[in-house]
């Protein structure tokens, strides 16, 4: 069982906007600034796509953006674009606890 | 730009250990942690832990205390991650990945099969 919580399923046609949550705690996602998030291809590594919550590395498309309340957090895709169709996997720092950082259980997001 | 080139696919049996190679091309990386990402086939990412290359220092989460050993070596700009001890739950891909707080890049990942 993964330490955060995403739902195992998103969809949307192209053009539309989809939202992926992510739930954890007071001790990783609701203590830090610190929720990245990666969208990962079938058989391909993950990419950074959402630093600090809503940092967008350089070469992310503006599409993509994040946010975050309390012990939630969620990233957005608008304007939903056939190669969008991947996995997403958010992440948090988790302090000193152990482990020090968590992921998600990782989201399929569908372009239908 | 920097890029993270790992070692080759693996085949290992049970009670031994593997240790996979991750080489850092491009441009500095001392200001950066490098992490070791665990993914076992169909499932998600599991962190296992990280050493920061500036002092040598690691840690490893508890799940992967004892069995992991990740060291750097700045001089080949190559870093290593040796899990010991390998049962058939470790056959997984295993990434580095650098970044502080998020893991900005990450090698193309490694294969570990642990089969009798």
């Known amino acids: 069982q993964s330490a955060l919580t995403q739902p195992p399923s998103a969809s949307g046609s192209p053009g539309q906007s989809v939202t992926i949550s992510c739930t954890g705690t007071s001790s990783d996602v609701g203590g830090y600034d610190y929720v990245s998030w990666y969208q990962q291809h079938p058989g391909k590594a993950p990419k950074l796509m959402i630093s600090?919550?809503?940092e967008r590395p350089s070469g992310v498309p503006d599409r993509f953006s994040g946010s975050k309340s309390g012990n939630t957090a969620s990233l957005t895709v608008s304007g939903l674009q056939a190669e969008d169709e991947a996995y997403y996997y958010c992440s948090s720092y988790a302090g000193s606890n152990s482990p020090n950082w968590v992921f998600g259980g990782g989201t399929k997001l569908t372009v239908l | 730009e920097v890029q993270l080139v790992q070692s080759g696919a693996e085949v290992k049996k049970p009670g031994a250990s593997v240790k996979i190679s991750c080489k850092v091309s491009g441009d500095t990386f001392t200001d950066y942690y490098m992490h070791w990402v665990q993914q076992a086939p169909g499932k998600g990412l599991e962190w296992m832990g990280l050493v920061d290359p500036a002092d040598g220092q690691t840690t490893h989460a508890e799940k992967f205390q004892g069995r992991v050993t990740i060291t750097a070596d700045t001089s080949t700009d190559t870093f290593y991650m040796e899990l010991s001890s390998l049962r058939s739950e470790d056959t997984a891909v295993y990434y580095c990945a650098l970044g502080n707080y998020a893991f900005d890049i990450w090698g193309q990942g490694t294969m570990v099969t642990v089969s009798s």
């Open positions: 600090d919550v809503s």
